[in-house]
């Protein structure tokens, strides 16, 4: 009998999903064990190359990019304090192409956060990117495509990072099992991005009599608990402890089913083995897989999220917040197109990435008009849209370096009556304290609700329908952070804002993530 | 009882091919009877922007590449002496984007012909490029997308140059009708760029009792000569005027096949009808399409080309070449997958424009070994190559200023024993005569049988299976020319070569079309 680390990240968005597990069987025992030796930093040098690969992982053919021929793409292993280097070829023929490294807060190089046009310029095909930054600590991340679509193109793999040599995790295991989910389409991403609507996905493992143990969640310790399923959501990344109590020789089913939205499609399925069986004398397990809860059983989400707390000995957040900023979260038309709005307004990124814009000044990169930190106090939350016209905009929202600021996540009903979808949100740069959940519209004096005790760390929330999720943060990250829905098309389609802090401290920016648009321009103008 | 002129083109290729033809009928007439004004050449302002849209031309609904929303992109309509400005807008999420102009000779304007790393930077996602050049010579001409496969995702439209103001044309016809030939693939150009095999196309059109007086090719005036069908392959236009002598009310099949290969798809069929109803109140021809002729009668085909033999007044050719280039054309393997050679190279593009690096001296932007003007004088063209294994190179000719250039492009087996394929050629920025063809290898005494009479003027030519032909040119245009097979997916799998001329001539480069790699770094590099 042993215990494991099983590991969960999630990557989902779609409704035509027709497979939804990547599993990695990674049994080298992680433990170390008090050796007094200090702690030594390494770097991990790496090349990588983007390309497009036939890949059937549901027996049906399709284009998918892969890194270096493999797709789901290789798993990078450090520890924390470690430098990760990765030459970054794009071997694609006519697309540009970013790398963002979720989970890593990218403190002094926010030019590596990959984000096109946020952070930098997107690599032109044949031309090589270095993305350097530190593993600045412990947790099960992942790295991901962001520009278009491109990560349901397939474009991710795990990043995981290990408890500094010397160091101690806070629980025992014997191995680790780390799955990756994430959609998978039999449209191309073009064809995607011309106009899909999108969901959340919820994973959900009954795991036969395994009891899950979760103790991490986006890279932090939580209070440790026990369930037999769980709600992941896109962006989402869990570690449970399970222990191999059953027969030694029988097999498994996890199950993953959908959430959020009536699913079209079956579960899917996984098999977890005691025995190190290759794929192919691997036998089913002899009962029916695990039926998964009901899409609309919300109840059981909240449960799940409501015990996610911090773990003794997390930093606990400031006392009170310099700003507060409230987004209401809409699904509203432009010229007939579905969009989905912040405070009615929906995002498009400028051709000239933010960071090197405001890094420099330049004037005219991108539409200066300054989002709101409020939307109408009498909106109503229950009912469609009054008026469901929007706007676009740049939704940068400029945040004094080194101030604590709250953002209330407000979701409210969709076009369509009735209809009030999850939003499964990511903060890049940065952890925040998840303060609370609420019903309905966010009121002022919700914040003495506020949970200022155990809040556990994340980088990523959820919002419920009709409900209000609150984040607390310090801005203390010099550079240009996105934070928006993790669903691809939903960000696709406006559904995010962008958060500049301390632009000033933000070092020299490497030539090659501003070679691009206005900042291009003005390095080719440069005169000595 | 009218004539009309009848203009095809063609930029066919592949074997998944569902449809073919696109029919625009525009019944204006043009014939402009001798006004004795003076010609003022004008400016065509045009505003495009490049985007995805949905289209189903054959039913079924797919992604295609559109201009301003339309597919095909809009007619350009000029008179010989016009400038063009298109300020092209590239409105796709994530890829590059370039335009050529075919037929266009660009003299003076190298960076405006379109051809992504040759001539130009591929135009990033939400910047716009300003294309501007002189329409130089009246003629029937098309442009279309010049990066990966582009063009095969629908990003292709008319330009259609008429004779300056004043100026009567060789022949006379009481309206117009242009006809674009394109392939229809189902599959995406982000899979095909992956594999396809491909294959050029014959236009083969029985005009049911009317004949075609063909009577102009790539924008040249040709000897007149009169068929009931005709070839046409990829990259080719021509004119032809027919005779409306048939009853009022009859409508009567226009019947496209596939040439060079067995055809997997059923012709593609239009209807040429005297009224000018709208589609819904057209009647199908009573008769059956006609039947195309078999796909390799080639006999048949080479009867076509050799027909075509240059207008009265045509200039003709320099008596004697200072430069003979033999050109190999001929399949083989690198690392196991399948290439398109030229003396043994596949030809690879580099990051950084050619124009550019050439212009300024830029070293180590591209592979310096220069390629051959030879091939092994005892290879058998008959049988598949002995050593099928080849390299990848620049495959870039550097041409003498104002010299006299022949190039024989010969052909040979492929890979497999018994096939040898049609490949359709095209040299940008230039025409060129076409001196004559052959059966077999090509001898040294074979010059003496060159036609210098009344050689036709091109700017593709035709090479049949085992065969070679002959062309010659004045290198008189400074700048850096493709020279190409004009299927798509042979291009994509290195056919072709590029020719560097006079580049000490070209005046100084729009920014905008060199703002990548090795330029972009010299640009800003540059201290005043």
């Known amino acids: 009998m042993k215990s494991f680390l099983f590991t969960i990240m999630q990557l989902t968005s779609e409704k035509k999903r027709t497979m939804s597990t990547s599993v990695f069987s990674c049994f080298a025992t992680l433990l170390v064990f008090g050796f007094s030796s200090l702690a030594s930093a390494k770097t991990h040098h790496l090349h990588w190359e983007v390309s497009y690969m036939f890949a059937s992982p549901d027996c049906q053919e399709k284009l998918v990019m892969a890194i270096n021929g493999q797709f789901p793409g290789p798993t990078i292993h450090a520890k924390a304090g470690d430098t990760v280097v990765v030459e970054l070829k794009n071997s694609l023929p006519t697309e540009g192409v970013v790398i963002h490294w979720h989970g890593i807060k990218q403190i002094g ?33 992942f790295y991901h495509g962001h520009y278009g679509m491109q990560r349901a193109a397939g474009l991710y793999g795990l990043l995981i990072v290990d408890v500094k040599e010397g160091e101690k995790e806070k629980f025992k295991y ?19 991005m011309v106009g ?16 899950m143990t979760i103790v991490e ?72 897989p695990p039926t998964t809860p009901l899409w609309n059983d919300y109840t059981r989400s909240k449960s799940f999220s409501y015990k996610i707390l911090a773990a003794k000995g997390t930093p606990k957040p400031p006392k009170k917040a310099d700003r507060l900023i409230q987004l209401l979260n809409t699904q509203n038309r432009i010229d007939g197109f579905i969009k989905w709005s912040l405070n009615n307004v929906s995002m498009v990124l400028p051709s000239t990435p933010y960071l090197g814009s405001l890094r420099y000044s330049l004037k005219g990169a991108f539409d200066q008009k300054k989002p709101r930190d409020r939307f109408g106090a009498n909106y109503n ?90 984040i607390r ?44 648009g206005k900042t291009a321009n003005m390095l080719m103008n440069q005169h000595g």
Request: glycine letters at 6%; a negative charge.
């Open 109 to 141: 190089t926010p030019w590596a956060d990959g984000t096109a046009l946020i952070s930098q310029c997107p690599i032109k095909p044949d031309e090589t990117f270095v993305y350097k930054f530190q593993a600045d600590k412990a947790g099960t991340y």
């Open 174 to 192: 014997d191995g680790e099992i780390n799955m990756l989910l994430s959609d998978w389409y039999h449209q191309d991403i073009y064809t995607q």
């Open 196 to 211: 899909l609507s999108s969901n959340p996905f919820r994973w959900i493992g009954e795991p036969q009599n395994h009891k």
């Open 217 to 288: 969640a986006d890279g932090n310790y939580v209070d440790p608990f026990t369930v037999d399923d769980m709600d992941i959501y896109s962006g989402d990344s869990y570690s449970a402890l399970i222990t191999t109590d059953q027969h030694v020789s029988s097999n498994h089913w996890i199950s993953v089913g959908v959430r959020g939205r009536q699913p079209k499609t079956p579960p899917a399925l996984a098999i977890l083995s005691y025995l190190n069986n290759s794929q192919s004398q691997l036998e089913l397990p002899k009962a029916t």
């Open 381 to 470: 939350v229950m009912k469609p849209p009054i008026n469901p016209n929007t706007t676009t905009g740049s939704n940068l929202y400029e945040i004094k370096f080194n101030s604590t600021v709250d953002i209330i996540l407000q979701n409210a009903n969709a076009l369509s009556e009735n209809v009030s979808e999850i939003h499964p949100w990511h903060l890049h740069g940065h952890d925040f304290w998840v303060l609370g959940y609420g019903e309905g519209l966010f009121r002022k004096k919700d914040v003495s609700r506020f949970n200022v005790e155990n809040a556990p760390l994340r980088n990523t929330l959820v919002i419920f329908p009709y409900g209000w999720t609150a």
């Open 473 to 516: 943060f310090v801005a203390d990250n010099p550079g240009v952070w996105a934070f928006h829905c993790h669903i691809e098309p939903h960000l696709h389609m406006g559904m995010g804002v962008v958060l500049a802090e301390g632009i000033e401290l933000v070092k020299e920016i490497p030539k090659d993530a501003i070679s691009c």
